[in-house]
Nanobody, 127 residues
Framework: QVQLVESGGGLVQAGGSLRLSCAAS????????MAWFRQAPGKERQFVAA????????SYGDSVKGRFSISRDNTKNTVFLQMNSLKPEDTAVYYC????????????????????WGQGTQVTVSS
């Protein structure tokens, strides 16, 4: 079973940047596609970005394309989310998730595809 711990959230002004990290336990981290989701108060959990086990395939939600970038370091069991040009509407709790039953090389955006979740990290963007 993989355990995930996010870090790097905080308060930032609009137009600023933050880098989130997600540290995973378990020796099979490199076999999993990983993703970031976010949830704002009163809203559904929303897909942000996903990356395949090798890092060769990436997918982004429409609202973050061109501003956010997902990456991973399998030697450190860590996945990252670089967030640039942040907007107040990016304010949410950001969650890291692992797709432990997916197909190698394939990334999925559906929340139900991800079996392991972190506790979340708060990102607040002020206007």
């Amino acid at each position: 079973q993989v355990q995930l711990v996010e870090s790097g959230g905080g308060l930032v002004q609009a137009g600023g940047s933050l880098r989130l990290s997600c540290a995973a336990s378990g020796r099979t981290f490199s076999r999993y596609a990983m993703a970031w989701f976010r949830q704002a108060p009163g809203k559904e959990r929303q897909f942000v970005a996903a990356i395949s086990w090798s890092g060769g395939t990436k997918s982004y939600g429409d609202s973050v394309k061109g501003r956010f970038s997902i990456s991973r370091d399998n030697t450190k069991n860590t996945v990252f989310l670089q967030m640039n040009s942040l907007k107040p509407e990016d304010t949410a709790v950001y969650y890291c998730a692992a797709d432990t039953n997916g197909t190698p090389g394939v990334v999925r955006s559906g929340r139900s595809n991800y079996e392991a979740w972190g506790q979340g990290t708060q990102v607040t963007v002020s206007s």
